[in-house]
């Protein structure tokens, strides 16, 4: 049996220091037909200098992570979601790699 990477979580979360460029991010998404990932407030718990924050479920992480990373607009990624709080959550374990 393998293990689904993010098999425990509901949503990536990414951050970014300016608004700019999560919405840069988020424009990213929704051009590449990735309209499951939107804006939504930083939670308060997270450090970010900017107060908008990229989410995605889950089942499409790859997919958004693969995309910013490749186009240099990669935050900085968390797992789990508002219910279950927030962990810092490596590109490798987004990737299955």
């Known amino acids: 049996m393998t293990t689904t990477p ?3 979580t509901d949503f990536v979360l990414l951050t970014y220091d300016r608004a700019h460029d999560a919405m840069d991010a988020a424009s990213l998404t929704d051009e ?4 499951d990932a939107v804006l939504v407030p930083r939670p ?3 450090s970010a200098r900017c107060g908008v924050a990229l989410r995605a479920p889950a089942s499409s992480a790859r997919a958004v992570v693969s995309l ?3 186009s240099g607009k990669l935050g ?4 789990g ?9 490596p ?3 987004i990737m299955g790699s």
């Open 6 to 8: 993010l098999a425990d």
């Open 44 to 46: 308060r718990t997270l």
């Open 68 to 70: 910013l990373l490749a």
């Open 76 to 79: 900085v990624v968390y797992c």
């Open 32 to 35: 590449a037909g990735l309209t």
């Open 81 to 89: 979601s508002p219910k279950s709080g927030w962990r810092p959550c």
């Open 91 to 93: 590109t490798e374990e």
